[in-house]
């Protein structure tokens, strides 16, 4: 387990039971008792506990770091893991817009030979500094409030193209209506990239089911694969297996020190 | 006029059809064998001739007479015996009380006691005629699991059969046991009685047997004399096409080995076995009933002491003494529903998982049930495990939250070699989903993984490589592209492997 994740844990530990021991926590992660003191120091100083004799307990003005105690953000980490194994080297692949895909680039980073189309200027920053990364950005126009590109500009640009693998983020997934985005201009980027290529997959953090959006890009047995957790509706699982969608789960099974 | 006859027979379970319009004739002193897949309705036959279940639509004629059976009684009362898959014997009495069981020879006076004598007679009697070395009076549990089914087959030849139907009984006998039985069948076959045999192994259809039918989900694949159809044919109609899609494997590049087994034998179970277990890796383990999988199995984990052979894990030679031995070297052993095996049913979720390493949740003598409840319910959430109640015994739980604490309490050990034999056999489908994805997982962080099953689809679906087992000898290796569902099937019924 990486320092960054035992500290997610640590404050997710803390804020549910307010006070912590560093004999406790030292079992519970398996490490030395000074790593947990390391640990506690840093959080110390972020001001989010106050260290005791022994322990830590919550700094009552704690002012909690959104990003880490997020269990969503958990989530998508987990769903980017999962999707960044299935790339393979040498391929060329395409990243809609979004926060999971934002954190699938995040991993792709230090990859090499790799090819990266996007129309999300979040993830070309996130991809700038990764060495042997080749990233290229669609045209178009800004979608207000977003850092997504979309528009003639933008179909323009990937007009020829093709992928090994796009990966998508819708942010709604019906089970009548299929999946869409908000606007229109996304949803006939997304058309035409999935027009070119077979292997598509979809990325769904907990948040997408249910929920309806305006533009429809796809139906729910037509991306092939989709990559969740098991936080996947019941309702939804039972479609996939139907339809002989292939569904990807997503875990976090903690092995200390198994993982790479 | 035929013996049986069934015309159209089809059933449905959970709206599910098993079969569908089959037609089948049997006539007297016919050896009838029913072969198929897992799953393609052999039982379902059997049971509907035996009267265990009724047939939806279709007709079951006995002597051209149309019937309908309510009860395995009536079914019996017309000549009918059957001897299911699953054993069912009484372990303390004896052999001939055994074989009379519920229809024992009584004394003509009142009270109408049981006739020892002439039950004992009756059994001397027939097993010299028929060259059966067995002492009728031996209790049932000092025979071997072959004498064993031996019993149960006479049960039904010595109580004046007119049709035997027996559902994969020689799967699990020796040689000279098969060949006795097959001699006992012949000889009665020889008299005018009908002889149903389902079975897995060719080799049988080269011993036994007149007339074969193919079943293949369901239906009828093919029906003839034995003479006309040759093992491979028989084999390709069995085979389904249908490729595996929807399977969610995501294959990792292999690392390092983590598990070598050389020449590993248990005699007469388990002869010369080659293998090499890498991390990240599923090795997918084929293989029909008998076929000695899961002895090897078992081998491995150091449940069984093995006679012969090496075991080497991380690069060093170990020899396993007993099953703790092999989970300190990360080997974890996992059976299909652990009711009984593998959990502890009185006690909760966390207690259970917690098990494998004590030392984690223990404050000098005593335990710290804070810690234990903290350390499980990391694993609790994440594997998604169902319960009722938060102080849920495991007993209470579902077949498959079962199956998920036995591998949550394996994955708290840290184990990174899991040998899982049938892990999913009776979960539904979307439980059986979690676990491939649980899998899939587990080779991402660097696990083995040594996967049984007799699902082909899946197995095929999953492994990386698949090995085939027959009569406790690997008998070929093949690469997830190259293992097509007949190439499977002929290698693990013990056919040629072209």
Redesign the interface.
């Known amino acids: 387990m990486f320092t960054i994740e035992r500290l997610q844990r640590i404050r997710r ?1 803390l804020l549910e039971k307010k006070r912590v021991e560093v004999t ?1 926590l030292s ?2 992660f ?1 490490v030395s008792e000074s790593t947990i003191r390391r640990d506690l120091d840093k959080l110390e100083k972020e001001g989010f506990l106050r260290k005791t004799y022994g322990g830590a307990v919550l700094a009552e003005d704690s002012v909690v770091a959104p990003e880490d105690n997020d269990p969503l953000t958990m989530e998508r980490t987990k769903i980017a893991r ?1 999707a960044a ?2 790339v393979g080297e040498g391929e060329a692949i395409f990243l809609g817009g979004g926060p999971v895909c934002l954190r699938l680039a995040a991993c792709l980073a230090g990859r090499q030979r790799l090819t990266v189309v996007t129309n999300d200027l979040e993830i070309a920053v996130e991809l700038a500094e990764a060495p042997y990364v080749n990233v290229k950005v669609t045209g178009g126009e800004l979608i207000p409030g977003t850092f997504s590109l979309a528009g003639s500009g933008a179909l323009e640009s990937i007009r020829g193209l093709c992928f090994n693998k796009p990966f998508l983020a819708p942010t709604g997934a019906d089970l009548k209506f299929g999946y869409a985005v908000p606007t229109l201009g996304e949803a006939q980027l997304i058309r035409a990239v999935t027009a070119v290529t077979q292997e598509i997959v979809a990325l769904l953090d907990r948040t997408v089911f249910g929920r309806l959006a305006l533009a429809p890009v796809a139906g729910l047995a037509e991306i092939p694969t989709v990559v969740t957790t ?1 936080l996947l509706p ?1 309702d939804f ?2 479609f996939y ?1 139907a339809h ?17 | 006029m035929s013996l049986l006859e069934l015309s159209r027979i089809g059933k449905s379970s959970a709206g599910r059809p098993v079969l569908q319009e089959v037609d089948l004739v049997l006539e007297a002193g016919q050896g009838h064998i029913l072969i198929g897949e897992n799953g393609a309705g052999k039982s379902t036959i059997c049971r509907i001739i035996g009267g265990d279940l009724c047939q939806d639509q279709g007709e079951l004629r006995l002597d051209g007479k149309v019937r309908r059976f309510a009860s395995p009684r009536e079914a019996r009362a017309l000549g009918i015996r059957v001897v299911p898959e699953e054993q069912a014997i009484f372990p303390h009495l004896s052999v001939a009380e055994n074989i009379f069981i519920g229809e024992e020879p009584s004394h003509p006076w009142f009270p109408p006691i049981v006739d020892r004598e002439r039950m004992f007679a009756t059994c001397y009697r027939f097993f010299r005629e028929y060259g059966i070395r067995l002492d009728p009076d031996l209790p049932m549990h000092l025979l071997g699991l072959g004498e064993q089914r031996l019993v149960e087959i006479l049960r039904a030849a010595m109580t004046d059969p007119r049709l035997i139907v027996m559902d994969e009984v020689t799967a699990s006998l020796s040689e000279p046991e098969r060949q006795m039985i097959f001699g006992l069948l012949r000889a009665l076959m020889a008299k005018g009685v009908g002889v149903l045999l389902v079975t897995h192994r060719l080799e049988d259809l080269r011993h036994f047997g007149d007339w074969v039918t193919v079943l293949k989900e369901g239906r009828v694949a093919a029906s003839g004399p034995l003479a006309a159809l040759s093992l491979p044919e028989i084999v390709k109609l069995m085979a389904r096409e249908r490729a595996p899609a929807c399977y969610p494997r995501l294959r990792c590049k292999p690392g390092r080995v983590l598990l070598v087994v050389k020449n590993l034998s248990r005699p007469p179970i388990l002869e010369g076995i080659d293998l090499v277990l890498r991390s990240g890796e599923v090795l997918g383990l084929a293989g029909l009933l008998g076929s000695g999988r899961t002895a090897l199995a078992r081998a491995i984990a150091g449940i069984d002491r093995i006679s012969g052979g090496e075991i080497w894990i991380d690069g060093r030679r170990v020899t396993l003494k007993n099953p703790s031995d092999a989970v300190r070297l990360g080997m974890c052993y996992l059976t299909e529903d652990p009711r009984g095996k593998g959990l502890f049913l009185s006690l909760n979720v966390p207690a259970n998982i917690t098990i494998t390493d004590m030392d984690r949740v223990r404050d000098g003598f005593f335990l710290n049930f804070y810690r234990e409840e903290l350390l499980a319910r990391g694993y609790i959430d994440e594997l998604g495990i169902g319960l009722p109640n938060p102080h849920a015994t495991t007993a209470q739980l579902s077949g498959g939250n079962r199956q998920k604490v036995v591998l949550a309490k394996w994955l708290y050990r840290s184990a990174r070699i899991f040998v899982l034999d049938e892990p999913t056999k009776g979960l539904d489908i979307e439980t059986k989903l979690d676990f491939y994805n649980i899998i899939n997982e587990l080779t991402r962080c660097g696990a083995g993984v040594i996967f049984i099953s007799s699902d082909l689809q899946e197995l095929r679906g999953m492994s990386d490589r698949i090995l085939v087992m027959y009569g406790g000898r690997l008998v070929g290796e093949l690469a997830k592209e190259e293992a097509t569902e007949e190439r499977l099937l002929m290698l693990a019924m013990g056919g040629d492997p072209t």
């Open positions: 530990i406790e079992q519970v398996g999962l194994d299935m098991n019941h699982k039972a297996l002989q969608v292939k569904v990807f789960t997503a875990y976090e099974l903690a092995q200390p020190g198994a993982r790479r």
